[in-house]
């Protein structure tokens, strides 16, 4: 009866050898697709950060250019606003991101110039190439940034 009790123990003690490793190959998987989101996470991140300034600096410029104030030489505006051109706002905010080289660094980028009776809004969107990529996961995602600038003249 003892051996046979022995033998048993023995015979359990082999079975259970090989569930380590399951778990051990389990963990690595669950550290590699951590790791692939936190660095995509990162890329897209820093490329929104790079289109956000774009915008920004557009929306700015734009606003500067489409300010039409001639009306403020000639007497002040008093509590008005600046008159913003819608086609000088689209032009500058083109010229601006062609100066800056906005196209070649993020190739496929997308513009909108939306011009409101005192300010300019400027969307990008821009796709973003990922370092690593998720089995299932977007193939080519964007990522949009906005800017906006406001024509107002200060009253005191």
Same mark, same amino acid.
């Given at each position: 009866?003892?051996? #046979?009790?022995? +033998?048993?123990?023995?015979?359990?003690?082999? &079975?259970?050898? $090989?569930?380590?490793? =399951?778990?051990?190959?389990?963990?690595?998987?669950?550290?590699?697709?951590?790791? =692939?989101?936190?660095?995509?996470? +990162?890329?897209?991140?820093?490329?929104?950060?790079?289109?956000?300034?774009?915008?920004?600096?557009?929306?700015?410029?734009?606003?500067?250019?489409?300010?039409?104030?001639?009306?403020?030489?000639?007497?002040?505006? $008093?509590? #008005?606003?600046?008159?913003?051109?819608?086609?000088?706002?689209?032009?500058?905010?083109?010229?601006?991101?062609?100066? $800056?080289?906005?196209?070649?660094?993020?190739?496929?980028?997308? =513009?909108? !110039?939306?011009?409101?009776?005192?300010?300019?809004?400027?969307?990008? !969107?821009?796709?973003? &190439?990922?370092?690593?990529?998720?089995? $299932?996961?977007?193939?080519?995602?964007?990522? #949009?940034?906005?800017?906006?600038?406001?024509?107002r003249p200060e009253v005191r």
């Amino acid at each position: 009866m003892t051996d #046979r009790g022995a +033998g048993r123990r023995a015979d359990r003690r082999r &079975d259970e050898r $090989g569930q380590t490793s =399951v778990i051990i190959i389990g963990f690595a998987v669950v550290v590699l697709l951590l790791v =692939v989101v936190v660095v995509d996470a +990162g890329a897209a991140y820093l490329k929104r950060q790079s289109l956000d300034s774009l915008a920004d600096g557009a929306a700015l410029y734009a606003a500067d250019a489409a300010a039409e104030g001639g009306e403020a030489y000639r007497g002040g505006l $008093g509590e #008005r606003d600046l008159h913003l051109s819608a086609d000088v706002a689209r032009a500058a905010v083109r010229a601006y991101l062609r100066a $800056g080289g906005a196209y070649d660094a993020h190739p496929g980028l997308r =513009v909108s !110039v939306d011009v409101r009776a005192d300010a300019v809004l400027v969307e990008i !969107v821009a796709p973003v &190439d990922l370092p690593l990529t998720l089995p $299932g996961g977007p193939e080519r995602p964007t990522v #949009r940034a906005t800017g906006s600038a406001v024509v107002r003249p200060e009253v005191r």
